[in-house]
């Protein structure tokens, strides 16, 4: 008798082609900042090579756990339009995301009551919290996109796995 053994990840057929992007996503990003130990470049290539990835994302970038102010916000490196400097913790998406440690996806952001409108092009969005190697929340990474009900599981998943990849390691 054959015994298979369980594979350690799921197989490409399961994740689907953006679950699969994902998974070669982590790995460039990794290739690409290999060695590089300035935050700032770390931030800026994660929000470029983002951007790059997807044809729906609009915004990519990260708003910063302000160390003068550790309960607000301040944007950090993205691409897209203008964002707006600070984000209180608990306010809008970002704020609600850094204040609760947990992803956010939001499908159409005007029924979102207290979201932040930086551009009215962005339709929905998705915040993933980013913890450092000692489980401290450092930033929030934030993806807008000019539709709405862009985001799922597999977009959390992807994301959080890059900011763990990168952040947290
Ligand atoms: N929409 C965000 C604010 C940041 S911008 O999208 C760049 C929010 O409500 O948290």
């Known amino acids: 008798m054959t015994v298979l053994a369980s594979p350690a990840v799921a197989p490409a057929s399961a994740l689907g ?15 690409v900042l290999e060695g590089e130990a300035n935050q700032i470049a770390r931030y800026a290539t994660v929000a470029a090579m983002l951007a790059d990835a997807f044809p729906q994302f609009f915004w990519t970038g990260f708003y910063l756990v302000d160390p003068e102010k550790p309960e607000e916000l301040v944007v950090g490196p993205y691409l897209g339009t203008l964002g707006c400097l600070r ?83």
């Open 17 to 31: 082609a953006k679950g699969v992007r994902y998974v070669e996503l982590v790995e460039e990003i990794a290739a």
């Open 87 to 169: 984000i209180a913790f608990g306010r809008g998406v970002c704020g609600k995301a850094a204040a609760t440690r947990t992803t956010q996806i939001v499908a159409d952001v005007h029924a979102f009551p207290d979201h932040i409108a930086c551009d009215s092009r962005s339709e929905s969005e998705i915040v993933v919290p980013v913890l450092d190697r000692n489980g401290v929340l450092i930033a929030v990474l934030d993806v807008d996109a000019t539709e709405k009900d862009v985001f799922d599981q597999t977009d959390a998943k992807g994301l959080e796995a890059i900011v763990a990849r990168i952040f947290g390691s």
